[in-house]
């Protein structure tokens, strides 16, 4: 298995470059990003889960995930090391500043049957607040066609409400400070995707 030609995803569109090597292909994605608020800065923490199935029928994977450690230990390496090397390839901006997204956890499970792995990163970055009352964050891409169904979810402090949003994915404020974004296989996406909330 090429784990260095792995898919993986933007950082918030949820996006991958299509590798025809790789055996385990990209099924659905989802995101939930956390903000909050404290002393001045804004720290934003991201659960990113990423179901794949294995379009071979060999499970030598499972196998070796289930019963060899070591093999786990240098897995979870490669794909946390492959997923840094993206992430550090994005442009995120809070309030006008770039910010460097970091992983701080992987881990690999599997759903249902040896056939679909689950990988799951931690991804945390943070930035100062502005001091006009209006928070700007903004992750700028390339423009690309989804792959597979996608969700991303942000939840902001119980106290905030989000003031605007650009983005190419539908997308629904389902409470004030909670915002759904959700695209669907063959969806085309632009580069931009903004939100601006304030603290009330």
Same mark, same amino acid.
């Given at each position: 298995?090429? @784990?260095?030609?792995?898919?993986?995803? @933007?950082?918030?569109?949820?996006?991958?470059?299509?590798?025809?090597?790789?055996?385990?292909?990209?099924?659905?994605?989802?995101?939930?990003? =956390?903000?909050? =608020?404290?002393? #001045?800065?804004?720290?934003?923490?991201? /659960?990113?889960?990423?179901? +794949?199935?294995? %379009?071979?029928?060999?499970?030598?994977?499972? *196998?070796?995930? $289930?019963?060899?450690?070591?093999?786990?230990?240098?897995?979870?390496?490669? %794909?946390?090391? !492959?997923?840094?090397?993206?992430?550090?390839?994005?442009?995120?901006?809070?309030? #006008?500043? @770039?910010?460097?997204? =970091?992983?701080? *956890?992987?881990?690999?499970?599997?759903?249902?049957?040896?056939?679909?792995?689950?990988?799951?990163? /931690? %991804?945390?970055?943070? #930035?100062?607040?502005?001091?006009?009352?209006?928070?700007? +964050? &903004?992750?700028?891409?390339?423009? &690309?066609?989804?792959?597979?169904?996608? $969700?991303?979810?942000?939840?902001?402090?119980?106290?905030? *409400?989000?003031?605007?949003?650009?983005?190419?994915?539908? =997308?629904? !404020?389902?409470?004030?400070?909670?915002?759904?974004?959700?695209?669907?296989? #063959?969806?085309? %996406?632009?580069?931009?995707? @903004?939100?601006?909330?304030?603290?009330?």
């Amino acid at each position: 298995m090429n @784990r260095e030609n792995r898919e993986y995803p @933007r950082l918030v569109k949820i996006m991958a470059t299509k590798k025809l090597d790789d055996p385990l292909k990209p099924i659905a994605a989802a995101s939930t990003i =956390h903000v909050t =608020h404290h002393d #001045g800065l804004i720290d934003f923490t991201q /659960i990113l889960v990423y179901d +794949y199935v294995n %379009i071979s029928s060999d499970k030598t994977y499972y *196998r070796r995930i $289930k019963r060899e450690p070591s093999f786990v230990a240098q897995e979870v390496t490669t %794909i946390e090391e !492959n997923m840094q090397r993206y992430l550090d390839e994005e442009k995120n901006v809070v309030n #006008g500043e @770039r910010v460097y997204p =970091h992983v701080v *956890r992987t881990s690999i499970d599997f759903k249902t049957e040896a056939r679909f792995p689950v990988y799951t990163w /931690i %991804i945390t970055f943070g #930035g100062n607040e502005s001091d006009s009352g209006t928070q700007n +964050y &903004e992750a700028i891409t390339t423009p &690309e066609t989804l792959e597979y169904d996608v $969700k991303s979810t942000y939840v902001f402090p119980a106290n905030s *409400r989000i003031v605007e949003i650009e983005s190419s994915l539908v =997308h629904e !404020n389902v409470l004030k400070h909670i915002v759904v974004f959700r695209g669907s296989k #063959g969806d085309s %996406i632009k580069p931009l995707e @903004r939100l601006c909330w304030i603290l009330e």
